[in-house]
Every structure is written in structure tokens, then in C-alpha cells.
């Protein structure tokens, strides 16, 4: 767990949460009701799992939430009915082509981060480089009408991926969560009701 525990990690543990990132997806949801759009949920990285365990909580029994990620994520999660769990890299064309096929998706969720260097210019490059592998999936497999969120760092390259995403839904914005630590770089875009023929930034 990265930075020292506080009022959002004690929150987490003391609901039985993995991670303090659930009160993020939490403030999302309450604040733009990412998950009205349908039960079909695709989340990429969705270790340690806090995201997916608070989708099906709110989706209840009508859930269908399909995770990817390089590693397993909490236990109580894989028990939960409704739950798929894709293990692998999701920019991988093989282990996409999995997730495509159970497709397509009402919500595509991203808290995916690259792991950090050190170097902060590097660092934004390589969050950007996700992003846009986040954009290209849900390019694929997030149906009309669908929403998308996603985590990148800001460092000034994230304008381009932004804009990509005006063009493409009905509604985007950037949106930095309470929960998110005030020295943190990272911010989330949230886009609203993807258009019919949308159009992303290549992977």
C-alpha cells in the first residue's frame, strides 16, 4: 500500500475492502452514475479488487463483471457469482480477443496504472501509453451508449487523449476523486454515452 494509512485506507479495511481506490470509483458513481448505464461491466486491472467487489454491489444479482488483470485479485472476489476473472495483459491481442468475445460491455472501468520509476516524465508517458490502450479496448468492445472510466497521471500529454475522448462520447471530462492523495499526479477521465460511431486514438 503505497503512502502512509489514512481516513480512506482505515474505511476501506474497516468494510472489507482490498484497497482505498473503492471510495474513488465510490464519489464516480455517486457523482455521474457511471454503472446506470447496465450490468455488463468490463474492469481492466481490476487487482486487488476493490473496484469489482463494489460494481457487484451495486449491479447486485444482475451483475456481469468480467475482470483482467496480471494478477489474481482478493479472494472474496473470484467466490462472488457474477464475477469472470481473465488473468493476463489486456493490450495482449491474445487474452483480448477472450475478453471481446464476452463482450459487448455497458462499462468499461480502468484504475490500471503503470508501475512508477521514479521519473516522473516517464512515468506520465508510460500512464499515457495506457490510456490509450484503455480508449482502444473500449473502442472495441464498449457498446453505443456506454460509459468509460479510466486513471491517468498528469503531466501535460494527457490534453490529446482528453480530446479523443470529446470526440467520441456524448460527454468527457477530467475528474480528480477526494479519496485520490493530494500529492498524487493521477486524475480520472470520465466519458458518458459513448457515440454510435465514435472515434479513439489508436493503440
Known sequence: ????????????????????????????????????????????????????????????????????????????????????????????????????ARGPFDVVLSDAAPSTMGNRIRDTERSLELGRAVLAAAAACLRPGGNLALKIF???????????????YETARAFKPKASRSESMETYFVALRRHAASTTLKP
Open 154 to 168: 498528469q503531466g501535460g500529454g494527457e490534453r490529446e487523449l482528453l480530446e479523443s475522448l470529446r470526440a467520441g
Open 1 to 100: 500500500m503505497p503512502g502512509k494509512p489514512d481516513y480512506y485506507w482505515q474505511k476501506s479495511k474497516d468494510q472489507g475492502y482490498p484497497a482505498r481506490s473503492v471510495w474513488k470509483l465510490q464519489e464516480m458513481q455517486e457523482r455521474f452514475r457511471l454503472l446506470d448505464a447496465g450490468p455488463r461491466v468490463l474492469d481492466l486491472g481490476c487487482s486487488p479488487g476493490s473496484w469489482s467487489l463494489m460494481v457487484l454491489e451495486v449491479l447486485g444479482s444482475r451483475g456481469v463483471l468480467t475482470g483482467v488483470d496480471l494478477d489474481e485479485p482478493d479472494a472474496k472476489l473470484l467466490r462472488r457469482p457474477g464475477f469472470t476473472f481473465i488473468r493476463g495483459d489486456f493490450t495482449d491481442p491474445a487474452v483480448f480477443a477472450v475478453v471481446e
